[in-house]
């Protein structure tokens, strides 16, 4: 099932700070619905928990049909999708010991995203901002690949509907929920 897509392969480039997320903190998130794969609609103001870990990410490959060009390998920061929706699905219990929620969006379709999200077995929640209003609203960073507009890697923490961390850039992004886990532990205090 696409195993090929769960490792990182050494000697990827690492994404620099471009200082393209340097306007996030301290933003309000929007009220807004988007399509989810939980819920046919996901209001991400909403969400019943303390902390709501928003991270933005390009694209999940899907076996055998979604297969990006050799070239995705040179994009910094691009590769490593399918690895950090795992990592962030199987520390979904460690997440919700701080009241924290995790929400995967990309601009990727709906159908996409359900049907990976299917296969994987994932336990958060993946929405879909394919026609980029959310990001027309807070400015969210984005590359464009093969005449597709996506997201460059982010995490943003939200407390009630205020943006209170900003990770950016995320390298290895098959990592970064330890990351997150240790500024939630740390902010606990």
Not at 74 to 79: H, L, V
Not at 121 to 129: G, H, I, N, R
Not at 150 to 175: A, G, H, N
Request: hydrophobic share 35%; charged share 25%; aromatic share 8%.
């Amino acid at each position: 099932m696409g195993e090929e897509f769960i490792k990182l392969p050494e000697g990827l480039p690492q994404p620099i700070d471009d200082g393209k997320s340097d306007h996030l903190l301290g933003m309000t998130i929007p009220r807004m619905s988007l399509l989810s794969t939980k819920d046919p609609v996901l209001d991400l103001s909403e969400i019943d928990s303390r902390y709501k870990i928003l991270y933005f990410f390009p694209m999940v490959a899907i076996p055998g049909e979604h297969v990006p060009s050799s070239e995705w390998d040179n994009i910094p920061g691009a590769r490593g999708c399918t690895p950090q929706n795992i990592s962030m699905s199987k520390h979904h219990n460690d997440l919700q010991r701080y009241d924290a929620a995790s929400i995967g969006i990309s601009t990727q379709s709906i159908d996409d995203l359900t049907k990976i999200s299917s296969l994987r077995k994932f336990l958060q929640p993946l929405v879909s901002d394919s026609d980029l209003k959310f990001q027309e609203k807070l400015n969210i960073p984005t590359f464009r690949f093969e005449s597709k507009m996506m997201y460059k890697r982010l995490t943003l923490i939200v407390l009630e509907s205020l943006i209170v961390k900003v990770f950016y850039p995320i390298f290895p992004p098959d990592k970064h929920i330890f990351e997150i886990l240790k500024w939630l532990e740390n902010d606990s205090k």
